[in-house]
């Protein structure tokens, strides 16, 4: 059975917040001005980004809310409301609790009776795992429809007061790195067995992963360094592990990795004969940085597989790296803001370096198949 992106919305907290207001929002750490945060900045390209706290460090709106709010605004666009989807498909990388799972959470926000729910738990590519699950639910007939709902609110882990607790008053580069690189957001997209208006139909969806060969890159729980084996669960209390073991860390001596498996993975879908470069009609790629579009650009170059950059739509610039939310809430604003035709072929691409997942999406816009 065909399944196909109906409709689709997202939501983004509180009004758009510029790099020179982001230290104001998150915190000064013990009262200084980062002296990385420029740099940072420089190479990421993300001019604003939103927040789902205040300078007060109140949380404004809750990571399920936000799900919530998404959803919504995808359902807004459609005949339906949440009492006519049988299946809600999350994804996020932290919830409001550690436990119960985030789709639980996102059904009592939307009051969605009787749902079958799916809480993907990653990082970025934990989007399409979401999409992924819903997709192959109504390929098989279980359902006729399933929203997918991918929400971050990570604004609360850069708190100045996350940092200042450790025990020598300095921030490493590891820990300090995501804070000028992420923000909060969510995305939605409703999946329907038939066609409505212009739409986007999935072709397939495919991820690779690499935990077998590669470190862990980006993580929150582990110890303070490689050395240190321990998670936070292994210290004898909550506030030991508070001393490092709970910051938000990236090993970016790890992260170059990311755009060559991302090429890779691009390279091996062509000699498979799920797509090719003259196919593609427009390219959604979550990079996380300016840095890294260059990088990929450069490979692909390198590779024989280049796609002309005019092909190629991003709203990291203005939306800020939303972790997994991106590619649905870059999805949307594309669905709305930009010309395409029936035919046109669209591949989404999300690498992930967590510990190195790297998955893609085919669509091709149709209309009353």
Partial sequence: MTVYITSSGHFLPGPAVDNDEMETILGKVHGKPSRLKNKILSSNGIKQRHYAIDAAHNTLISNQAMAAEAARDCLQHSPFTPADIPLLSCATSQGDMVLPGFASLVQAELALPHAEINSAHGICSSSLMAVKYAWMAIQCGEHRRGLVVCSELVSRLFKAGRYEVLSDESVDFNAEFLRWMLSDGAGAILLEN??????????????????????????????????????????????????????????????????????????????DGMTAPGDIDHVLCHFSSAYFKSRIFQLMSMAGVAIPESKWYTNLYERGNTGCASILIMLDEFMRTQSYQVGDRIICMVPESGRFNVAYMHLTVVENE
């Fill in 194 to 271: 038939a066609p409505r208006g212009r739409c986007f139909r999935i072709d397939w969806i495919k991820s690779y992963s690499h935990a077998d060969a590669y470190p862990t890159c980006m993580s929150v729980g582990q110890g303070r360094d490689a050395t240190d084996s321990r998670t936070w669960q292994d210290y004898p209390q909550y506030a030991d592990a508070e001393k490092g073991a709970l910051l938000l860390r990236q090993d970016v001596r790890l992260l170059e990795n990311i755009v060559k498996m991302g090429v890779d993975g691009f390279l091996r879908l062509i000699r």
